[in-house]
């Protein structure tokens, strides 16, 4: 088979009722491109029974390549070894509970064929999702936006196309803890934005509850920026100038009225404060030097168990 055109990167975690619709789909929009094209189903440690639902796929269509993991293993790190083994010109990443349309891969490819290198899809509804998701993901998003120097786009996931330029650098950054929206951001290159409507889970349970959401966002955080660092120092300074103008206040007090500020209460809620701003600057350090800990250890990000092809840089 001919090296495709397009590369369309589907992670798979116990999606077992959302395969049978979303390959026949992704087949259906694919064709129209005229172009050869391979889906990439990446199962990330499932236990449902997906991972013989993929390989019955790639049995029946040589098109679909299977790439089944040792073990559980991430969401974002079942896409990057997506990316590892992809071979088109463009690369797809789409979630495999549809609520991104397949149909929109028509309008990322017309832009990428108009000379975009990046083209993010963006969310302008997101039908199906609680109103407390929808929020704090909006603020997720603008907070990210102001404190990192990367212009990462507002209200996008990682359904995405990238050019093979944008895939090799992606290629090329192994670190642990990963953020891929931020981090084909930061590639550069020409990038724009389609807008689209995402829709409710075809079936199943969202793989994102709240607890993987803050690791992601964490993620987010410390991959891109250092304001958490940065905000550690600054209420440093707040507590060290709090105390300065405290001295000479207390002394004052203490010679004009001569009880003012007496017994242990005061001194209790001051040490707890900084007992806390202290605790709170070490939670903060401890997070970055934890990854550079996971950096410096050199394991792979992923271990697979079965897959079409071993790529030079896969793991």
């Known amino acids: 088979m001919k090296n495709p055109t ?6 798979i975690f116990n999606e077992f009722e959302n395969i049978p619709e979303l390959y026949p789909r992704v ?43 040792a073990r559980n293993f991430g969401h974002q790190i079942a896409v990057t070894a997506g990316i590892d083994y992809s071979r088109g010109d463009a690369v797809v990443i789409i979630d495999a509970d ?12 017309a832009k990428w064929r108009e000379g975009y290198e990046v083209v ?19 603020l997720f998003y603008r907070f990210i936006y102001r404190i990192t120097d990367v212009d990462i786009p507002l209200d996008t996931g990682d359904f995405r196309l990238m050019d093979k330029k944008v895939v090799a650098v992606m290629k090329q950054m192994r ?45 987010a955080v410390t991959s891109f920026s250092y304001f958490p660092l940065q905000l550690a120092t600054f209420i440093g300074f707040i507590a060290a100038g709090l105390s ?4 000479p206040v207390v002394a004052i007090l203490r010679l004009t009225t001569g009880t003012a500020l007496l017994g242990q209460a005061t001194t209790i809620i001051i040490v707890l ?7 709170i600057s070490l939670g903060i350090i401890g997070e970055y030097i934890g990854r550079i800990y996971d950096e410096a250890k050199g394991r792979p990000l992923y271990i697979v168990a079965e897959s079409p092809q071993d790529p030079e840089n896969a793991g």
């Open 6 to 11: 397009f590369s369309i990167i589907a992670p």
């Open 27 to 69: 087949m259906e929009v694919m064709e129209q491109t005229g172009e050869p094209w391979e889906l990439i189903l990446v199962d990330d440690g499932s236990t449902d029974g997906s991972t013989d639902g993929i390989r019955e796929l790639a049995e029946s269509d040589e098109r679909v390549r299977p790439v089944i993991f």
């Open 98 to 109: 549809l609520q991104d349309p397949p149909e929109v891969i028509l309008d990322l490819i």
């Open 120 to 138: 993010y899809a963006v969310r302008e509804e997101r039908a199906g999702e609680s109103w407390f998701k929808k929020t704090t993901a909006s």
């Open 175 to 219: 670190e642990k803890h990963r953020f891929l929206r931020g981090m084909s951001a930061w590639v550069g290159y020409k990038q724009i934005g389609v807008n689209y409507r995402r829709k409710p889970r075809f079936a199943g349970e969202t793989k994102y509850p709240l607890k993987k959401m803050i690791k992601l966002a964490l993620n």
């Open 244 to 247: 300065v103008i405290a001295i």
């Open 273 to 279: 404060f900084l007992g806390g701003v202290q605790l």
